[in-house]
């Protein structure tokens, strides 16, 4: 076998060949390197990661121009609330239901000299999308007083806005958590029901002014109209906030969706695209430097094709002369698997340093996924090349 190299290796271009294997090196480099960073990237826009775990959007019919001017219900219909219930990106779906009665809300304090009355709403969602965990939270017909829930930012534009103008005090949620308001419950056809109203907590993720649902439906059926209503609005817990068709889905619909949570959703699917673009960047790049080293064994045969046609006449079979270049291209491949190795993980600890530093709570992939599939390419593109050898070589 010695021999036989030396005698074959005359001609070998070294030019050539690290020319194919810088080429291979950054080509299969950019591939590796593009799919551990999606592996790596891809839980923070999913449900697999703690950032985005149970989603939830507030979804309306957009109010059209005949709409708003009529007191037209555009709610939901049970086709509409089922079809999105279908839907592979929604996990579970809640309609709100609104008071189909008035309200009054007062506040009065002889000691403090402060007293004040409004009128306002009712809205209820089922208890399973509440995020205030309070064992005040239930209602039954003989309680003379109802649970609220208010939405924080309520909260947050008396504190930061009414009470900084006004140079009035600031006020905590256990402050006013322990305030009772006088509710009053009338309709035109009933008595008023005197009730009283205590706050149970303040909500961050539902912006409306929420009481128990057993509460609403027993109100509704005893001082409400006993219409049906379609719901105006729907709470959907999101299975996955970055699937590419939550966005779509609800652009063709016409459904408006409270606060920017589809963002994850269109990073998800520019980062699909972005990484897609970089490994068909690799995948031409990894092409024609396997198509370099073709080329270049191709001219190598070529050029000792007098040698290896006399040591076949002489007795040398077609795997024995052929060996030298076969183990020559897969040399080169494993060296190259290495160093691609070797530069992705570099470059992955980099970029992960600098991730780390945004959000801790990001669920890494294993590199063991990445080796594989490394590990695949370099044993494909080996049997490719061995294979070209041997058909050359007759």
Same mark, same amino acid.
């Given at each position: 076998?010695?021999?036989?190299?030396?005698?074959?290796?005359?001609?070998?271009? $070294?030019?050539?060949?690290?020319?194919?294997?810088?080429?291979?090196?950054?080509?299969? +480099?950019?591939?590796?390197?593009?799919?551990?960073?999606?592996?790596?990237?891809?839980?923070?826009?999913?449900?697999?990661?703690?950032?985005?775990?149970?989603?939830?959007?507030?979804?309306?019919?957009?109010?059209?121009?005949?709409?708003?001017?009529?007191?037209?219900?555009?709610?939901?219909? *049970?086709?509409?609330?089922?079809?999105?219930?279908?839907?592979?990106?929604?996990?579970? %779906? #809640?309609?709100?239901?609104?008071?189909?009665?008035?309200?009054?809300?007062?506040?009065?304090?002889?000691?403090?000299?402060?007293?004040?009355?409004?009128?306002?709403?009712?809205?209820?969602?089922?208890?399973?999308?509440?995020?205030?965990? *309070?064992?005040?939270?239930? @209602?039954?017909?003989?309680?003379?007083?109802?649970?609220?829930?208010?939405?924080?930012?309520?909260?947050?534009?008396?504190? @930061?806005?009414?009470?900084?103008?006004?140079?009035?005090?600031?006020?905590?949620?256990?402050?006013?958590?322990?305030? &009772?308001?006088?509710?009053?419950?009338?309709?035109?056809?009933?008595?008023?029901?005197?009730?009283? #109203?205590?706050?149970?907590?303040? =909500?961050?993720?539902? &912006?409306?002014?929420?009481?128990?649902?057993?509460?609403?439906?027993?109100?509704?059926?005893?001082?409400? &109209?006993?219409?049906?209503?379609?719901?105006?609005?729907?709470?959907?817990?999101?299975?996955?906030?970055?699937?590419? &068709?939550?966005?779509?889905?609800?652009?063709? $619909?016409?459904?408006?969706? +409270?606060?920017?949570?589809?963002?994850?959703?269109?990073?998800?699917? @520019?980062?699909?695209?972005?990484?897609?673009?970089?490994?068909?960047?690799?995948?031409?790049?990894?092409?024609?430097?396997?198509?370099?080293?073709?080329?270049?064994?191709?001219?190598?045969?070529?050029?000792?094709?007098?040698?290896?046609?006399?040591?076949?006449?002489? #007795?040398?079979?077609?795997?024995?002369? %052929?060996?030298?270049?076969?183990?020559? =291209?897969?040399?080169?491949?494993?060296?190259?698997?290495?160093?691609?190795?070797?530069?992705?993980?570099?470059?992955?600890?980099?970029?992960?340093?600098?991730?780390?530093?945004?959000?801790?709570?990001?669920?890494?992939?294993?590199?063991?996924?990445?080796?594989?599939? #490394?590990?695949?390419?370099?044993?494909?593109? *080996?049997?490719?090349?061995?294979?070209?050898?041997?058909?050359?070589?007759?």
């Amino acid at each position: 076998m010695k021999l036989v190299w030396k005698l074959l290796r005359e001609n070998i271009s $070294k030019a050539q060949l690290i020319g194919f294997g810088f080429a291979n090196l950054i080509g299969l +480099s950019i591939i590796l390197l593009a799919i551990q960073f999606y592996m790596d990237i891809s839980p923070v826009f999913s449900e697999k990661d703690k950032l985005f775990k149970k989603d939830y959007v507030t979804v309306s019919k957009q109010v059209g121009l005949i709409s708003g001017l009529t007191a037209r219900s555009g709610g939901f219909s *049970s086709a509409e609330i089922e079809d999105l219930e279908k839907q592979p990106f929604v996990k579970k %779906v #809640g309609a709100f239901t609104p008071s189909q009665f008035s309200v009054f809300a007062g506040f009065n304090n002889q000691n403090m000299g402060v007293g004040f009355n409004t009128e306002m709403f009712f809205e209820s969602v089922p208890d399973d999308f509440i995020d205030v965990k *309070s064992e005040d939270w239930k @209602f039954s017909p003989e309680d003379t007083s109802v649970p609220i829930i208010l939405p924080k930012n309520y909260l947050d534009l008396y504190n @930061f806005g009414f009470a900084e103008s006004k140079s009035m005090p600031k006020l905590t949620e256990g402050l006013i958590g322990l305030v &009772n308001l006088d509710i009053t419950i009338f309709t035109k056809y009933k008595e008023p029901k005197q009730m009283k #109203g205590r706050i149970a907590g303040f =909500s961050n993720r539902i &912006n409306t002014i929420l009481v128990p649902q057993s509460f609403m439906t027993w109100a509704n059926a005893h001082y409400g &109209n006993n219409m049906e209503v379609h719901p105006a609005r729907l709470i959907v817990e999101i299975s996955n906030i970055a699937d590419p &068709n939550l966005d779509s889905y609800f652009k063709t $619909k016409g459904y408006e969706i +409270s606060g920017d949570n589809t963002t994850a959703s269109k990073m998800a699917f @520019f980062l699909k695209i972005i990484v897609g673009i970089v490994l068909i960047v690799g995948v031409v790049i990894c092409f024609l430097s396997f198509f370099v080293l073709v080329l270049s064994i191709y001219l190598l045969l070529e050029k000792n094709m007098s040698k290896l046609r006399t040591l076949r006449l002489i #007795g040398y079979s077609k795997s024995y002369v %052929v060996r030298p270049y076969e183990i020559l =291209s897969v040399a080169l491949n494993f060296i190259i698997l290495v160093l691609s190795l070797a530069v992705v993980l570099i470059a992955r600890g980099k970029y992960l340093n600098e991730i780390n530093k945004v959000l801790t709570t990001i669920e890494l992939a294993s590199p063991v996924c990445i080796i594989g599939i #490394g590990v695949g390419i370099f044993v494909l593109l *080996s049997l490719l090349n061995i294979l070209i050898i041997r058909r050359k070589v007759s």
